[in-house]
């Protein structure tokens, strides 16, 4: 069974930091890259970062460009996410996705692209 579970989300002051991880089981990261969404109540899922199964591609929402990294190690099956320099609008739920591709360039940031999903990890920014 593919699946992916995420943890790390917690509740931070502005400026603070987190690390998100995405454990993936059932299956190896060689052929997969890898998205991190976010979503708020009653908006859409919004693509964050993309990895591509070559670390050296990689891609940023405007919005957190400079502040966030996206990393893999596929040894230990492991997707990371560190957050940096933490805003109140970062505040939502952070889900991992994951989609198959023979192209080590390849990445995306849209959500339609993905058919591996994890249950998601709440992130709260408050003062």
């Known amino acids: 069974q593919l699946q992916l579970v995420e943890s790390g989300g917690d509740l931070v002051q502005p400026g603070g930091s987190l690390r998100l991880s995405c454990a993936a089981s059932?299956?190896?990261?060689?052929?997969?890259?890898f998205g991190w969404f976010r979503q708020v109540p009653g908006k859409g899922r919004e693509g964050v970062s993309t990895?591509?199964?070559?670390?050296?591609?990689?891609n940023y929402l405007d919005a957190v460009n400079g502040r966030f990294t996206i990393s893999r190690d596929n040894s230990k099956n492991m997707v990371y996410l560190q957050m940096n320099d933490l805003r109140l609008e970062d505040t939502a739920t952070y889900y991992c996705?994951?989609?198959?591709?023979?192209?080590?360039?390849?990445?995306?940031?849209?959500?339609?692209?993905?058919?591996?999903w994890g249950q998601g990890t709440q992130v709260t920014v408050s003062s």
């Open positions: 059932g299956f190896t990261l060689d052929d997969y890259a």
């Open positions: 990895i591509a199964p070559s670390d050296l591609y990689r």
């Open positions: 996705a994951a989609l198959r591709t023979y192209f080590r360039s390849y990445y995306t940031m849209s959500e339609y692209d993905y058919d591996i």
